[in-house]
């Protein structure tokens, strides 16, 4: 089989669409068609149901997976070539939620290693275990578990997650809340794949209560200002307390055991990591993560909470 033909074939099942596969690729769309239809002739069965919108059938996720597998092996021994032939140099791939809370763990990685290329991939936690045994990335840094089979975890912290407040706030005077206190509050919070917005909800839905949620989105570097300016209420992990480039919002601690964070390092353990990867594997899982001095209950902080908390 043509090994453009298996990439473009890739491209088209993830997107389940034929000219928006076009566009990515940059090729004419009935080129693309006959590509995924010489496919198809080869196996002998179709890969796509086409009544209506463009689906992957049974045998269509059957193949992608190998297909997925393969392409990753035949990268992977690019690399291991050219890790093998380059004197120290070399590539490794870290995915992660966000990279704020990578930045001191890769700035001591770049000091010690500066003829490493880091290759950075923001994703979410949903998506790193296929990734990972795609051999797209080498690592994944994720504030929730990950449950998949095949898949190595190193946990790197577990902190607290506190009750960011806006100065002023009724609770502001509070060292600490339950669940049942905060059913009324508005909360400013990130979207539903988002761990932060997990957590917010697993809190509740186990009091029988659902969240009011004023404000939820993807730009996360807004919510500490958005809970300074008074349009409600968040969630934020302790280690949020280091950053001081936000507005002051107040820290109260929520009386419940899972209200917390717990950060892991994935690596897929079929997988070889180069030594570029094993090298970056080492520095994070030796970094100091422990959240350092603790948020009083109480004190005024700027966090920067959905900063650091996209972790």
């Not at 198809?40 to 796509?48: A, D, I, Q, R, V």
């Not at 969240?211 to 939820?216: A, L, N, R, S, Y």
């Not at 390092?265 to 094993?278: D, I, K, Q, V």
Request: glycine fraction near 6%; hydrophobic fraction near 45%; include cysteine.
């Amino acid at each position: 089989m043509d090994l453009n033909a298996l990439k473009q074939f890739v491209v088209v099942a993830r997107l389940e669409h034929l000219s928006r596969a076009a566009d990515e690729l940059r090729v004419a769309q009935p080129s693309l068609s006959r590509t995924v239809a010489r496919l198809e002739s080869e196996l002998g069965t179709p890969l796509f149901d086409r009544a209506g919108r463009l689906r992957l059938n049974d045998a269509g996720k059957l193949f992608l997976g190998y297909v997925e597998r393969a392409l990753g092996e035949l990268d992977a021994g690019r690399r291991a070539v050219a890790d093998a032939t380059s004197e120290g140099f070399g590539t490794v791939r870290l995915a992660s939620e966000t990279f704020l809370t990578l930045t001191g763990p890769l700035t001591a990685f770049k000091r010690a290693h500066p003829a490493i290329e880091v290759q950075l991939h923001q994703l979410p936690a949903d998506d790193m275990a296929r990734h990972l045994r795609a051999q797209d990335v080498d690592l994944c840094v994720s504030s929730q578990a990950i449950p998949v089979e095949g898949l190595e975890a190193v946990q790197l912290l577990d902190e607290a997650v506190w009750v960011a407040a806006p100065l002023g706030h009724p609770l502001a005077g509070r060292t600490s809340v339950t669940v049942e206190e905060l059913a009324d509050e508005p909360f400013v919070t990130a979207t539903r794949r988002h761990w932060l917005r997990r957590l917010l909800d697993r809190l509740f839905a186990g009091q029988g209560l659902t969240p009011k949620i004023v404000c939820e989105g993807d730009e996360s570097s807004a919510i500490a200002d958005l809970i300074s300016a008074g349009l409600g209420i968040g969630l934020v992990p302790a280690m949020a307390r280091r950053s001081t480039t936000c507005a002051p919002v107040v820290w109260i601690a929520v009386d419940h055991p899972d209200c917390r964070r717990t950060v892991h390092l994935y690596r897929a353990t079929n997988n070889r990591l180069s030594t570029a990867a094993e090298l970056m594997r080492t520095t994070i899982t030796q970094w100091d993560w422990e959240p350092g001095e603790q948020a009083v209950p109480g004190a005024v902080h700027c966090p920067h909470p959905c900063r650091e908390a996209a972790g």
